[in-house]
């Protein structure tokens, strides 16, 4: 039965937790059998931002559809206000994913032959909405978003920053109570991405949504409220961690690739960077080593 | 997810145009080569049909014209006059040959006319006399524009020269036409004076053919007596059961041409969607969703195909005419039932694979494409 949807924008989502508890995600059996989350334990409360980071192939895609319910896990429980969301049965989960995640890509993943309104309602109405009001309830949303002018446009025709506007619309769209979002800065270039990490932050604080990020951006550190560490899909505590001068990464600093240069000492993600380093010294020297704030 | 099939067929206007154009080209394939046999159906029995008899006595079971022989008595004439009911009769000499024009030869029904006849002669005529006299032909029209032929010109017939006398219209088709020449003429070619082949029969006002054909049948021995559009029906069932089995192939031919196109091109354009699907599903959209836009999309596809290739054949179909060719396209209710009921399975037969390709599809890919 179709319903209308209640005025969108600006709705508090309900309290929610989403508890991860002692999640494991293998892959393969035997001696090829790999674990790409290990034991994972986490919680996220009703307004809170999290953000995982880590390096690449530590787990954190993995984790990330495991949370999305795009991916069951092998061991353990994840739960969101209390539903415990990985022992669904499989044709339960396209609902849940529906009504309960709104779903950031780094790529923005729009479909290319629909407008923004579209692209947004297209969600509503999947959820049972009639497509006049999902249209109305999407027109409202990327107007709030500052893309009342930008309705009919084909996503060829919009900025990076206005793909991603859209897609926050649609990830809203279904009211959900928790927001993971897969590099959302990634694509974007310095000013926009602030402008999406500011928003994901109001549908935090101002609309009371968890929100789950995983990145590589150092800068969404300033909007999280924890910042993870995920490293051989395990959590770490990143009061351990260092930048590499180089490349900027985040890397551990028992790490053995390091060197001391005019006193001060330097972490590596790898030797490459540690050569280039050499060659350049007082390129690099003048980078902050400062251990990372977890 | 109707409007998604929609915009996702339209936005991809090069594939749009050969996945419809080629369900559109096979589907005008089906439906030109059934219109072409409908009207050659139609144009075959143009003679009986526009006689003016409402009843044809034949030889004993001899129940058509085409690639059949009759031979009555002269007798038979007298007697099928007496019975009650019969208002007029015409007997007719028949034989299926060639009216030769020059170096062209082409195939007719030869009709013997006796001398006064008041129907079962040519019913349009656009130049010249409508009742051959001696030594005299009518042709058809078109016929004898192909070939070069005017009024006043000699072809020949049953090995003998004849002037053409007179041009109908609507007597041929795209296998044959119809030629008339006196019944005596034809009587001194054949060396036969005492026998012809058909008797047409007109009945009375308020009188069933029906029951005239029985009644004669009853009073006159070894004839068959069949209403003018038994006649027909069973002319047209020769012609059918002949061509029944090219109609088959060529039918086959294009739906076969047909399933293959609309198939490699839902195919392609779902392989091409892959991702997009992909996303759709991890937003929570269901795998029936996604089959409907896919289904939507061949059914939109061919639909605009089926409408194209109509459109096409009606085209022609009154195209062809004004050509001067011999050739008849009539689309019939039938062909098209037949025709939708095909795109319709070729709708349904190419969104299989592609149904199968996204029910495999795991939403997980989402985050794994980059």
């Given at each position: ?106 790529d923005f993943n729009l479909l290319s032959a629909l407008s923004a309104l579209e692209n947004v309602a297209i ?12 249209r109305?309830?999407a027109a409202?949303l990327l107007t709030?978003l500052g893309l009342g002018d930008r309705l009919n446009f084909l996503p060829e025709k919009l900025s990076g920053g206005e793909k991603q506007r859209v897609a926050i619309a649609r ?16 694509n974007l270039d310095?000013?926009i991405?602030?402008e ?99 | 997810?109707?409007r998604l099939?929609?915009r996702n067929?339209f936005q991809n206007k ?259 969607r892959?991702?997009e699907?992909?996303v ?91």
């Amino acid at each position: 039965m179709k319903k209308d949807l209640a005025d969108v924008p600006g709705r508090l989502a309900p309290t929610s937790t989403l508890e991860v508890d002692h999640v494991t995600k293998r892959y393969g059996s035997g001696d090829t059998e790999v674990a790409a989350v290990r034991e994972v334990s986490l919680s996220v409360a009703a307004g809170e931002i999290v953000l995982i980071m880590g390096p690449s192939g530590s787990g954190k895609t993995t984790l990330l559809s495991m949370l999305g319910a795009l991916l069951k896990p092998s061991a353990g429980e994840i739960r969101l206000n209390g539903e415990v969301i990985s022992a669904m049965r499989e044709n339960h989960l396209p609902d849940i994913r529906l009504r309960k995640f709104g779903f950031i890509f780094q790529d923005f993943n729009l479909l290319s032959a629909l407008s923004a309104l579209e692209n947004v309602a297209i969600v509503a109405e999947l959820a049972g909405i009639k497509r006049s009001a999902a249209r109305k309830a999407a027109a409202i949303l990327l107007t709030n978003l500052g893309l009342g002018d930008r309705l009919n446009f084909l996503p060829e025709k919009l900025s990076g920053g206005e793909k991603q506007r859209v897609a926050i619309a649609r990830a809203l769209i279904n009211d959900p109570a928790l927001i993971l979002a897969d590099e959302p800065t990634a694509n974007l270039d310095s000013k926009i991405g602030h402008e999406i990490m500011r928003l994901l932050r109001q549908i935090a604080k101002k609309q009371g949504r968890s929100v789950v990020i995983v990145s590589h951006d150092q800068r969404i550190k300033d909007i999280a409220d924890r910042v993870l560490w995920l490293e051989d899909g395990q959590f770490k505590d990143m009061v351990t961690m260092a930048t590499d001068p180089v490349c900027g990464m985040t890397v551990e600093l028992d790490n053995e690739i390091k060197i001391e240069w005019e006193g001060q000492l330097f972490y590596f993600c790898a030797k490459g960077c540690r050569d280039e380093f050499f060659s350049h010294p007082e390129q690099f020297s003048s980078r902050s080593v400062q251990p990372v704030k977890g | 997810m109707t409007r998604l099939a929609f915009r996702n067929l339209f936005q991809n206007k090069i594939r749009m145009v050969i996945s419809v154009g080629g369900v559109a080209l096979a589907l005008m394939l089906i439906l030109s080569l059934d219109a072409i046999f409908t009207g050659v159906e139609q144009r075959i029995t143009v003679y009986i049909d526009n006689s003016g008899a409402d009843i044809f006595v034949s030889q004993s079971d001899v129940r058509n014209m085409h690639m059949a022989s009759s031979s009555l008595p002269d007798s038979v004439t007298r007697i099928v006059k007496a019975v009650p009911g019969v208002a007029k009769v015409t007997p007719i000499s028949y034989i299926s040959n060639y009216v030769v024009m020059g170096d062209e030869r082409n195939l007719a029904y030869i009709i013997g006319l006796p001398d006064m006849a008041e129907f079962g002669g040519p019913w349009k005529i656009s130049s010249g006399g409508s009742l051959p006299e001696e030594g005299e032909a009518i042709i058809d029209r078109a016929i004898a524009e192909k070939s070069g032929v005017h009024l006043g010109d000699e072809v020949k017939i049953l090995g003998e020269e004849f002037e053409v006398a007179g041009l109908a219209e609507e007597t041929s088709s795209l296998v044959n036409s119809v030629a008339f020449i006196s019944m005596d003429d034809f009587a001194e070619l054949r060396g036969n004076y005492d026998t012809f082949s058909f008797l047409l029969v007109k009945v009375k006002e308020g009188v069933s053919p029906q029951d005239t054909a029985k009644r004669i049948e009853a009073w006159v021995r070894d004839v068959t007596a069949q209403t003018t559009e038994a006649f027909s029906n069973q002319e047209r069932k020769v012609v059918k059961d002949m061509s029944t089995d090219v109609i088959t192939i060529m039918n086959l031919i294009g739906f076969l041409i047909g399933l293959a196109v609309m198939a490699l091109t839902v195919y392609t354009a779902t392989l091409a969607r892959r991702p997009e699907y992909g996303v759709l599903k991890a937003l929570g959209a269901r795998n029936g969703h996604l089959y409907r836009a896919v289904l939507a999309q061949a059914l939109i596809s061919v639909a605009i195909g089926f409408a194209v290739g109509l459109a096409i054949t009606l085209l022609l179909s009154a195209i062809i005419p004004r050509l001067g060719l011999s050739m008849v396209l009539q689309v019939s209710s039938a062909s098209l039932l037949k025709v939708g009921g095909l795109s319709l399975v070729i709708a349904g037969i190419s969104a299989v694979l592609p149904i199968r390709q996204i029910s495999g599809l795991d939403p997980a890919v989402v985050f794994r494409s980059k």
